[in-house]
């Protein structure tokens, strides 16, 4: 099984460039999560999506948007990149149960210089 | 709002000897907990959980923690330490009744650094 899978695994922007970070899964999970992790700082949820075309803001989303237009699909679109969304992105899904423990992508680190 | 404190940034052990990882939590009702691991450029992998019942959780690697409700703490432990358990370890909780219940939140992190 592939489970979560984001793609790329790294970039580097120029500031006020615009990218799409990609992430799908394979488990048929509804909820599905996007962090960001500084070091120091563990991860801040940044969007949740609790199914096809749902989704909902986490602790910090200034910066960023996201669509849930299927249940296997949930990108993250950065506009206008600024330096202080340097940082390691991930991608998580889980089943809808609240005891559900989230399955992780393997990250994707994006430089803004 | 649920929060989630690990107040060791680093900690080192010597293999072979017990280890433990400290967690502490604040939420508005019941607890969801869980327990994370991290190894170098990779993401998080899915260590433990505790939802209800037994205080005694055990995991995946030998891993085992207990919940401490009045101490609103679940501490990750091992009974012996392995040079392959150095990786940085994170707690999480979801808060049952609150507005975000949806959420997971994490704490900031623990580095754990096994001696040989």
């Known amino acids: 099984n592939a489970g979560v899978t984001q793609t790329p695994k790294f970039r580097i922007l120029k500031i006020g460039q615009s990218m799409t970070l990609q992430c799908t899964q394979d488990?048929?999970?509804?909820?599905m999560y996007w962090y960001r992790q500084d070091p120091g700082m563990g991860l801040k949820l940044i969007y949740y999506?609790?199914?096809?075309?749902?989704?909902d803001k986490g602790e910090v989303p200034n910066g960023y948007n996201v669509s849930r237009s299927t249940t296997e699909d949930f990108p993250l679109r950065l506009e206008l990149a600024a330096p202080s969304q340097t940082s390691v992105y991930f991608c998580?899904?889980?089943?809808?149960?609240?005891?559900?423990?989230?399955?992780f992508g393997q990250g994707t680190r994006l430089t803004v210089v | 709002a649920q929060s989630v404190a690990q107040p060791e940034d680093q900690v080192n052990v010597a293999e072979g000897n017990p280890l433990t990882v400290k967690c502490t939590y604040s939420v508005s009702g019941n607890p969801y907990l869980f327990w994370y691991v991290q190894y170098p450029n990779r993401g998080l992998q899915f260590l433990l959980k505790?939802?209800?019942?037994?205080?005694l959780v055990k995991g995946s690697y030998g891993f085992e923690a207990e919940f401490n409700k009045s101490q609103t703490s679940f501490h990750l432990k091992k009974p012996s330490a392995l040079v392959s358990d150095s990786a940085l370890y994170f707690c999480?909780?979801?808060?049952?009744?609150?507005?975000?219940?949806?959420?997971?939140?994490f704490g900031s992190g623990t580095q754990l650094t096994v001696l040989p």
């Open positions: 505790y939802i209800t019942g037994d205080n």
């Open positions: 999506s609790v199914g096809a075309g749902i989704t």
């Open positions: 998580a899904s889980s089943t809808p149960g609240q005891g559900s423990e989230a399955f």
């Open positions: 488990m048929n999970h509804n909820y």
């Open positions: 999480a909780v979801r808060d049952l009744t609150s507005g975000s219940a949806r959420q997971l939140t």
